[in-house]
């Protein structure tokens, strides 16, 4: 199995650890159905508020606005596959708008993250559409598998 590791950067924020590792892991062993999956390394997630994503965002893709999850690819030679970054206080503004729950959402973001790293792309119209469709069955295989993690925002 992967490293995976996960940095908890919101203050009211509260995970299972091994729940959230096991979303990966899960992912990891139905790799062949998402382009071979992740490259091999360690794994790294980060649960931020939206003003910490958003200084990252503006940091790195040079774009200041909010966003609910941003993809970093690592260091291979390092063994580090990439890093997750996700916004929980975004996840929490979806749940009013979407018919998914806070954990749900936010696990489409280490999803979308996971899907990413794994070659997904979504700034193409075509292409979006198929990375949804990725999102919508790995979603699938985690509910069956009973690996979605709960998430409390307090």
């Known amino acids: 199995m992967?490293?995976?590791?996960?940095?908890?950067?919101?203050p009211r924020l509260r995970l299972d650890r091994g729940a959230v590792a096991n979303v990966i892991h899960t992912l990891d062993a139905q790799a062949e159905k998402f382009f071979g999956g992740p490259p091999p390394g360690e794994l790294s997630l980060v649960f931020?508020?939206?003003a910490a994503l958003a200084k990252l965002h503006a940091d790195f893709l040079a774009d200041p606005t909010l966003t609910d999850v941003i993809t970093f690819e690592g260091d291979l030679a390092a063994g580090l596959a990439?890093?997750?970054c996700v916004s929980a206080d975004a996840a929490?503004?979806?749940t009013a708008t979407r018919r998914a729950g806070f954990s749900d959402?936010?696990?489409l973001?280490?999803?979308?993250?996971?899907?990413?790293?794994?070659?997904?792309?979504?700034l193409v119209p075509g292409?979006?559409?198929?990375?949804?469709?990725?999102?919508?069955r790995?979603?699938?295989i985690l509910r069956a598998a009973g690996a979605l993690p709960r998430f409390a925002l307090g």
């Open 109 to 122: 973001y280490l999803v979308h993250g996971w899907l990413h790293l794994a070659g997904h792309d979504d």
């Open 2 to 10: 992967r490293p995976v590791a996960i940095a908890n950067r919101h």
């Open 127 to 136: 292409k979006k559409r198929a990375m949804r469709r990725a999102e919508a």
């Open 82 to 84: 990439g890093e997750i």
């Open 48 to 50: 931020l508020t939206d």
């Open 138 to 140: 790995a979603l699938k």
């Open 105 to 107: 959402e936010l696990t």
């Open 92 to 94: 929490r503004r979806q």
